[in-house]
């Protein structure tokens, strides 16, 4: 059995990048479709939305600090994980009035 390494040389932290987007896309298409089809009883989605595309961010982001020294690929990544952290606030302000 293969182990996952993050390593800066290893493909396997792409592997997981790729599939994690495959994965959270899928779902996040799954949520808003579901969340469109009866807005009044599907409104406790919205936060799991949120939290998808805050996790999207979140990963992206490290993706970003991970990648070369170059000062551009760090600020973006500083952005993303600043957006995350935006969207996981809004997850759980959303979670607080949705869910209460």
Known sequence: M??????R????????YDWFHIGACVIAVLLAAVSFLDPEHSMK???LIFL???????????ARFRGDARNTHRMSGLAFA???L???ALAFVCGKVVWA
């Open 9 to 16: 040389n290893s493909r396997s932290f792409e592997k997981f």
């Open 82 to 84: 600043l957006l995350g």
């Open 52 to 62: 998808d595309a805050a996790a999207l961010n979140g990963v992206l982001a490290f």
């Open 86 to 88: 935006i969207l996981l």
């Open 45 to 47: 989605l919205f936060p």
């Open 2 to 7: 293969s182990q996952i390494q993050f390593g």
